[in-house]
């Protein structure tokens, strides 16, 4: 099937002329078409534009031209990546109808290279959420298992992935919202370095966390988007110089002679046995392959959630003040515009994004901007000076589970943050470190996947594709009906 | 340490909704205080911690400010800047009475 083949094979299928552009485009949207009612992964599909960029690929490919590896090879993006003149909400209702005027570099850059764009992904609300239920417009529904959350916030862009809805998606990860997705639904996630990949036209939640992420059907898909969108970019003046690798060749490095960590104190109580199970299978076959394992320790990991909150939310409640009626989004009517700001939020945001406004503005308010923000800033520098130390001790990554459980069931945490907010406990320090991090698919456990994360040292994708590639197995398939 | 009753009351989340130009009903109120308590006081692990003379950590990239030359370049005409208004007048953001 066309729709099950990696972009990898999918680039080789249209480079050999066996396989149109348009034959891929058009087998995804009919795979949309049958299972999207279930799965809910989108929040639009645009099929106009996608066949149009299919034909405009076919005749470059026809011409012997090739603007990338992703030349003709259709994709999804969250709903929080800006594309110009196509609706992007970030599954609010406070931007139901902006239309952005401008693209996101990543997208320019995919755009630029002939990829052929789908449709806009679900998601939580402006990205805070861990289950893709605090979006304002749809259920997106795990497919290995349409009971339960597909993870989030990056939820529809990872079930997407998974039921073969899209070759590859972009999502982005402020504390994991790339990694618990794809740990969720089978798929590989990766986490770049905080600075990797521009972050311009990526509507902002926490902006010194932020970083924009890959959901692929294996490393190599990931490595290949990556070789195509990392980079310096002038328009986000935190993008960094450091020249991007050859991702795609890292995923075949031997793993002999890397220094592998495994952080104890990701291991406690909380986590599933049986996701410590598949982690001590990973640490095996590594040792065979000729790496070394060693434990390690992370003495203030404990202190990452707590000090992720406060930081995301005092950044979120300052990004999200822009939202008021003014201009563009959703405006309601009031006498005067005092009232219209408090009206036009009240009605736009949802009540988790409201929650977070709520404990951001608290956060910095007078009185307690000390107590909380600043002295959060200097436990940030203590765990990431955790990191500096392993990196400095030789370690060339960390293997960790990637959330303390499998995927739950629809509704099962929806009325308690905080359980939601533990979700995040084994993915927020990589942010507050600005690290790499990779998601890697190993297992199927009573019908749900088991994914680990793999933590890198700034600017080490390279590393983490080499161990990832060795870890891989052949791609978990959820059991859907096949579409011809 | 607060308990949940202590650590935010109703005139706190009142206050914060107030500077964060958000309203809630009476009922979304008392759900939200004691959402807001039961995670600040998560938030208290965080007092356990001896940060003296540590430095703090705005930002994990060796960057400082980045400049440019003071040049025009291109930009986003009127016309598109305004396509998402709401409201427009000649070329403006039209807004509700301001006083």
Redesign the interface.
Known sequence: MITDMTLGELERALDAKELSSMEATEAYLRRIKVLEPEIGAYISVDEENALAQAAASDSRRAKGEKLSSLDGIPLSLKDIICTQGIATTCASRILV???P??DATCWRKLKQGGGVLLGKCNMDEFAMGSSTESSAFKLTRNPFDLSKVPGGSSGGSAAAVAADLACYSLGTDTGGSVRQPAHFCGVVGLKPT??RISRFGVIPYAS?LDQVGILAKCCEDAAIVLERIAGKD?MD??S?DTPPDAYRQACKRPVKGLKIGVPQEFLGDAIDPAIKEQLNQAVAQLKQAGATVEDVSLP?T??AL??Y??LACSEA?SNL?RY????????AE????Q?????S??QG?G?EV??R???G??AL?SGYYD??Y?????????I?RDYDQIFADGFHCLLTPVAPTQAFAIGANIDD??TM?MQDVCTVPVN???LPALVVPVALHQGLPIGLQLIGA?FGESELFAIGSALETNRLKPNLPAVQ | MSDNKTIISAEDVDYVAKLAHLQFTSQEAADCTAKLASILNYMQELQKIDVTDVPITTHVLPLQNVFREDETGSCLSREAALANAPEQWEGYFKVPRII
């Open positions: 109808n902006y239309i005027p401008y905080y600075g010194s002038p003046s935190t960094f203030h404990q202190y707590p000090a909150y406060v409640s003040a008021d009626g003014v201009r563009y989004g959703l405006r009031a006498e005067n515009v009232d219209m700001f408090v009206a939020r009240s945001f009540m409201k929650r406004i709520m404990l503005t608290y308010s107590a909380y600043n002295k959060t800033l200097q436990v940030r520098t203590l990431k943050p905080l907010y507050l470190a600005g700034p």
